[in-house]
Nanobody, 124 residues
Framework: QVQLVESGGGSVQAGESLRLSCAAS????????MAWFRQALGKEREGVAR???????????DYVDSVKGRFTISRDNAKNTLYLQMKSLKPEDTAMYYC??????????????WGQGTQVTVSS
C-alpha cells in the first residue's frame, strides 16, 4: 500500500524558515507527479505546490500565488523523498501540511489515503 509520512513542521516566528519532508513508499516514486497540500482550521484543503515525475520532461514546478517566490518544492528520487522549503513564513501559512500523489494537470489525488500531515504554526 502507498504510504506517505510527512515531517519537519513546527512553531516559528514570522519571517523564519522550515523544510518539510515526505517519505514515500509502496509505489514507483519517480513515475508520478507529487504535490504538497495544506489545510487551515475551518478551511478547505488547498494545493500549494507540485512537481512533475521527471520521466522524460524537464523538471517542472508550480505554486499557488500566495506562496510563489517563498516556497520551493523538490524531490530526491533516489531517496523516495519529497521536500518543501518554506522561507519568509507568514501567519497565514499556518496549517496542517500534507503530501500526495496527484494528476499534475488537475491536482486530483491519485491514490492512497491522506497521511497524518505535519503542523506548521507561524506567529507574528
Amino acid at each position: 500500500q502507498v504510504q506517505l509520512v510527512e515531517s519537519g513542521g513546527g512553531s516559528v516566528q514570522a519571517g523564519e524558515s522550515l523544510r518539510l519532508s515526505c517519505a514515500a513508499s509502496g509505489y514507483t516514486f519517480d513515475r508520478y507527479c507529487m504535490a504538497w497540500f495544506r489545510q487551515a482550521l475551518g478551511k478547505e484543503r488547498e494545493g500549494v505546490a507540485r512537481i512533475n515525475n521527471l520521466e522524460d520532461e524537464d523538471v517542472w514546478t508550480d505554486y499557488v500565488d500566495s506562496v510563489k517566490g517563498r516556497f520551493t518544492i523538490s524531490r530526491d528520487n533516489a531517496k523516495n523523498t519529497l521536500y518543501l522549503q518554506m522561507k519568509s513564513l507568514k501567519p497565514e501559512d499556518t496549517a496542517m501540511y500534507y503530501c500526495a500523489v496527484i494528476n499534475c494537470r488537475t491536482w486530483t489525488k491519485r491514490f492512497g489515503d491522506w497521511g497524518q500531515g505535519t503542523q506548521v504554526t507561524v506567529s507574528s
